[in-house]
């Protein structure tokens, strides 16, 4: 009997990432169980047209979920094919129809049409979860849209934004990334019933005589789970689909990694305008008591790195898959495919804790604003300046000048002068009087219609998601 416990290596997607949901997905039990439910379906159409009998078919329904893993694997390690070893294991079982069990079928007849089975189970345990991430998020762009706080740009403060627009730019990408899964959910079609190079031959010979067709077959089995064929296949479904798939989730984590990374910036004390949920008890560093380390933010990252590698697994297994078929993917897959999942229910979970305690420092944002505003403001003065009537280039070197000379200032710890500089400059009072000037230089109200479009934003990921 197999066992496995800490004293060995196991995989962290064992235990640690990943939801017990969607780790029973890829579980050898659930395979089994979808192999048998498939062999059933086989038999049952089979039976309908007279090759096999109704009490082979109950005999089969009756034990198919009698899954014994131990003496599969017993046969296994004789037989060195692990389908047959369940074919055997599940006649021993059956004494009435255990000798009519994959008739007809290739291996990849059932493992294939398995696994677009469990890629939809699969897909429908991750969109409802990013579905409810997408709404937290709305919750917080609506709280925070207007927020106003600085924008960054080259990691440099750039002009003022709110907060709710900067995580509306995280929901439309979100969003995106949520209709792709529906799309290639709905697209997810499985091998059908074809045989061993597609060509459905076995088929044919099986059915001569029986009024019932290959395509009529392989209908009536996949029906029964609301599945659909590919009209051409080879040996196995074309492995396009699962760069796909992967491709999705890939771009998914993408996302999840930019938001964790923004996160992660600003977080740090030098910024200190976001901070992750951080526990009473919580450890930041075992050497420096008083780290808040983001460890949420930087597992997201780290996990979304690995996600990123997978697709390119799949590539190669659609791109060298040579011919009708070859094996050099079977091992990878076993691999890649749970662990793709896996790795994105790990990452929604924890971003969805993470969006919903996050803490937003109305003071720190408030001391950015103070000393880097006054610089993102001087682009309202330019404008109305040139307005006015002045030179658009030549206030612009004006205000560059100046805006030198106060960072400058700044950076000997000293008061900034830009606003002085730019009230005694002659060139600028004699378009814009001096007492105007503090009102336009005011970063506060310079965020264009930003409020506005997070809300639509919110609103669109409300609409999307209902």
Not at 49 to 74: C, N, P, S
Request: proline share 4%.
């Amino acid at each position: 009997m197999e066992s496995y416990t800490h004293d060995t290596f196991l995989s962290p997607f064992t235990w640690r990432y990943g939801s017990d949901e969607m780790r029973r997905l890829w579980s050898q039990t659930h395979k089994r169980r979808l192999w048998r439910r498939l062999w059933v379906a086989l038999a049952d159409a089979q039976q309908s047209i007279g090759l096999v009998t109704a009490e082979q078919v109950a005999d089969l329904r009756a034990h198919q979920d009698e899954i014994d893993i131990d003496r599969a694997h017993a046969h296994e390690a004789e037989l060195h094919h692990d389908l047959m070893a369940e074919v055997y294991t599940y006649a021993e079982q059956c004494s009435i129809g255990g000798g009519i069990i994959h008739l007809g079928a290739t291996s990849m007849d059932i493992e294939d049409n398995a696994e677009a089975l469990c890629l939809r189970e699969a897909l429908d345990v991750l969109i409802p979860k990013i579905a409810a991430l997408l709404h937290q998020l709305a919750g917080r762009i609506e709280a925070e849209a207007d927020t106003v706080c600085m924008a960054f740009t080259h990691l440099q403060p750039a002009e003022p934004t709110t907060v709710g627009y900067r995580l509306a730019f995280t929901a439309q990408d979100f969003l995106a990334d949520y209709e792709a899964l529906k799309r290639v959910r709905a697209a997810l079609r499985g091998k059908g019933f074809k045989g061993a190079v597609g060509t459905s031959a076995s088929y044919t010979e099986l059915l001569h005589g029986t009024g019932m067709t290959p395509r009529d077959l392989e209908a009536q089995i996949l029906s029964a789970f609301g599945l659909t064929a590919f009209e051409v296949t080879h040996q196995t479904y074309p492995r396009r689909q699962d760069y796909d798939i992967l491709s999705v989730l890939a771009g998914f984590g993408a996302t999840a990694y930019k938001f964790a990374f923004d996160l992660r910036l600003l977080q740090s004390p030098v910024i200190g305008e976001w901070h992750e949920p951080f526990g009473t008890r919580q450890i930041g560093s075992s050497a420096m008591p008083f780290k808040r380390n983001p460890i949420h933010s930087e597992n997201i990252d780290s996990l979304a790195r690995y996600l990123a590698g997978l697709p390119r697994v799949a590539w190669d297994n659609a791109a060298h898959h040579l011919l009708e078929r070859t094996l050099d993917d079977s091992a990878n897959r076993r691999v890649v495919l749970p662990e793709a999942f896996l790795t994105a229910d790990e990452i929604v979970t924890r971003l969805t804790r993470l969006i919903a305690g996050m803490r937003i420092d109305a003071n720190s944002i408030q001391r950015t604003l103070r000393t880097y505003g006054i610089f993102a403001a001087t682009e309202r003065l330019l404008m109305e300046a040139a307005r006015r009537g002045g030179n658009r280039q030549e206030l612009h070197e004006i205000i560059r000048q100046h805006s030198l000379t106060s960072w400058e200032a700044l950076r000997q710890d000293q008061p900034n002068p830009l606003m002085a500089l730019l009230q005694a400059d002659p060139h600028v009072i004699a378009l814009i009087p001096s007492a105007d000037i503090p009102a336009l230089l005011t970063a506060e109200t310079h965020i264009g219609d930003a409020p506005e479009r997070a809300r639509r934003m919110a609103q669109s990921v409300r609409e999307a998601i209902s």
